[in-house]
T-cell receptor, first 114, second 114 residues
Framework: AQKITQTQPGMFVQEKEAVTLDCTYDTSDPSYGLFWYKQPSSGEMIFLIYQGSYDQQNATEGRYSLNFQKARKSANLVISASQLGDSAMYFCAIEGGGADGLTFGKGTHLIIQP | DAGITQSPRHKVTETGTPVTLRCHQTENHRYMYWYRQDPGHGLRLIHYSYGVKDTDKGEVSDGYSVSRSKTEDFLLTLESATSSQTSVYFC?????????????FGDGTRLSIL
């Protein structure tokens, strides 16, 4: 079984600042994938970034990067130069080698202030 | 955007009635998933499918059944709906086992059981 812990229920950040959203995980699978999703107020789930357990380098996708520290079992999402449109719920998720679906954290509500 | 259509998008029904939600994909992906989202819980896996007629249970499968007779369609059935099944339901698809590829989500179905 997998577990995701997101310890920041809510965050307020000034526009143009960098943001780090915390995620720690627990799994007994040697192979796993870590994912971040964004859910704006309109409700859809938008895939942001993926990190495989065997990837040597941290994943990056535009303004998003994943700070993957395997020994600490953490996979923090970093958003550079935040924008008002980044205001949303952010979910960290994991899937193990059994390919039996994602386990999500409870999310972080990010609000970007002008 | 991934070609995923959920229907209906909204439904209100009464306790004890049967309900079927449909997920239709045009991507020809092998893996399909049903999740529910409740306040304070993130998303939780209900059932998933790894091929036509191949399905398995997730974390919160009690009270739900699924069927997949075609690659493109994955049905979720509540045989006798209860108020505790009031939720937002998301369908997701992935091309290969999720720990190597992200899942992409439909826009969700908001279901209210009165």
């Amino acid at each position: 079984a997998q577990k995701i812990t997101q310890t920041q229920p809510g965050m307020f950040v000034q526009e143009k600042e960098a943001v780090t959203l915390d995620c720690t995980y627990d799994t007994s699978d040697p192979s796993y994938g870590l994912f971040w999703y964004k859910q704006p107020s309109s409700g859809e789930m938008i895939f942001l970034i993926y990190q495989g357990s065997y990837d040597q380098q941290n994943a990056t996708e535009g303004r998003y990067s994943l700070n993957f520290q395997k020994a600490r079992k953490s996979a923090n999402l970093v958003i550079s130069a935040s924008q008002l449109g980044d205001s949303a719920m952010y979910f960290c998720a994991i899937e193990g080698g059994g390919a039996d679906g994602l386990t999500f954290g409870k999310g972080t509500h990010l609000i970007i202030q002008p | 955007d991934a070609g995923i259509t959920q229907s209906p998008r909204h439904k209100v029904t009464e306790t004890g009635t049967p309900v079927t939600l449909r997920c239709h994909q045009t991507e020809n992906h092998r893996y399909m998933y049903w999740y529910r989202q409740d306040p304070g819980h993130g998303l939780r896996l209900i059932h998933y499918s790894y091929g036509v007629k191949d399905t398995d249970k997730g974390e919160v499968s009690d009270g739900y059944s699924v069927s997949r007779s075609k690659t493109e369609d994955f049905l979720l059935t509540l045989e006798s709906a209860t108020s505790s099944q009031t939720s937002v339901y998301f369908c997701a698809i992935s091309e290969s086992p999720g720990f190597t590829q992200p899942q992409h989500f439909g826009d969700g179905t908001r279901l209210s059981i009165l």
